[in-house]
């Protein structure tokens, strides 16, 4: 049975402000919670009988609660049988890098929607660590963790400032950006190494990293000369880039 001071806290974490002072945050459904469960312990743990009795071997303190009860916690419109309170990854952001690996960095990314699911591209490709801008939207708000399913627990998302990070980079270092300017991905030699920069949804790559980027690719339209959509959602374009990197370097 929920308590008062349950409901609170769970309701508390859906701001970036009560995430930031309980070092905690919620994660929702079965595929979210267990990937989660791989390497975090959670400090609550909510779930309907029905879900128990579909998961025996879960070993926790579960607080068994009612449809009804979940409802009232859930930030999701349907509910999916299982909802955990998780601490916070604490560490200090290094923003480190190894010349071998591919990253993603985010410039200034906002739709949660669209972090989460560019989390769980990377995942996808094999892409462990992502960078982000201070202004890029909170790892840990609800939708993001909802949008990841589950590559939450396996890509590391570190916050910086992007341009001291780009400015600490070996001479030469390949960095990558999408421009309508660029040059057709598809036709481009591509490393197999590198960071991909993405930018906002609504006014792309800020001027202050452009003149970071030191290879500018372009996702063409098909076929050439028709009128189109203006551009790609970012998590999409996201998608496509880091397809084509893995397919260059297979």
């Known amino acids: 049975m929920l308590s008062k001071n349950q409901i609170k806290l769970v309701h508390s974490l859906q701001s970036k402000k009560g995430r930031d002072k309980e070092g905690c945050f919620v994660a929702e459904g079965p595929k979210v919670v267990s990937d989660l469960m ?16 579909s998961n025996p071997q879960i070993d926790n303190d579960i607080v068994v609660v009612t ?11 349907h509910p ?25 960095a985010l410039d200034g990314v906002q739709d949660p929607g669209n ?4 989390i769980r591209v990377a995942d996808w490709f094999g892409i462990t660590k992502i960078f982000c801008s201070r202004n890029t939207a909170d790892v840990y708000n609800p939708k993001v963790v909802q949008a990841t399913m589950g590559s939450i ?14 400015d600490s980079l070996p001479a030469g270092y390949p960095v990558y950006g999408t421009f309508l300017d660029g040059e057709d ?16 949804e609504g006014n792309g790559i800020s001027a202050a990293m452009r003149s970071r980027i030191n290879n500018r690719l372009l996702i063409p339209n ?7 959509a203006e551009s790609l959602n970012v998590a999409i374009a996201t998608a496509i880039t880091c397809s084509e990197f893995r397919r260059c370097s297979s």
């Open 38 to 53: 791989e390497i975090l312990k959670p400090k609550m743990f909510f779930a309907t009988q029905g879900w128990i009795d």
């Open 80 to 104: 999916q049988g299982v909802l955990a309170v998780f601490p916070m990854l604490v560490s200090q952001p290094k923003c480190d890098f190894d010349d071998s690996s591919l990253y993603i």
């Open 153 to 166: 627990a396996r890509v590391r998302v570190e916050y910086c400032d992007l341009q001291v990070l780009f």
């Open 115 to 118: 972090l989460g699911t560019i």
């Open 222 to 228: 098909f076929p050439e000369g028709r009128q189109t």
């Open 67 to 77: 449809d009804d009860e979940l409802r009232k916690i859930s930030f999701l419109q």
């Open 185 to 200: 991905i598809y036709k481009k030699s591509l490393t197999p190494n590198g960071i991909i920069v993405m930018g906002n």
